[in-house]
């Protein structure tokens, strides 16, 4: 659960909040100026989520590709013109091998981006406005009791 809090006493005083209600700090983190760093509690820069998707891509499809090219190289007895058997083999494995590298980056990259950095890059844009942040994280009976609390503890506007 990560509960978005506008200044640092509130930040504060939600925290041992939970604390008072049983909640152990194990279970809290408070992050924020002065306080914990989104990278030490897992929320990784966007581009650092993103590169590792791209070269996790690069790899996976970049070596599905070279074995694709073997592949059909040995089945369709592929030849390219003025090479022999093994040259041709070669530049087949290696041709495919460098496009899929250059597909999985591309891949990896759109999934990091758009699927994996969404949550870090909204923390990060909420830490960047001076606003703090407070996690919580436990089982499902924890966060639902933590949840409970702070939505006790906030004040909701009249409709």
Excluded at 128 to 156: C, F
């Amino acid at each position: 659960m990560i509960a978005v809090l506008p200044d640092e006493s509130s930040a504060f005083e939600a925290y041992r909040l939970l604390q008072c209600h049983g909640i152990s700090p194990e279970n809290l983190a408070l992050v924020g100026k002065g306080y914990s760093n989104p990278d030490s509690v897992g929320l990784f820069s966007p581009a650092h989520t993103t590169w590792r998707y791209a070269k996790a891509g690069m790899f996976w499809v970049g070596s599905a590709c070279t074995v694709m090219g073997v592949i059909l190289h040995l089945v369709f007895k592929l030849n390219l013109a003025n090479l022999d058997w093994s040259q041709s083999l070669f530049t087949i494995a290696a041709t495919s091998g460098l496009v899929g590298i250059g597909l999985g980056g591309f891949l990896g990259t759109m999934y990091g981006w758009f699927f994996k950095s969404s949550l870090s890059i909204s923390c990060r844009n909420c830490l960047a406005r001076g606003q703090y942040l407070l996690l919580l994280e436990g089982s499902e009976s924890l966060t639902r009791k933590g949840r409970e609390i702070l939505d006790d503890y906030t004040v909701k506007p009249n409709p």
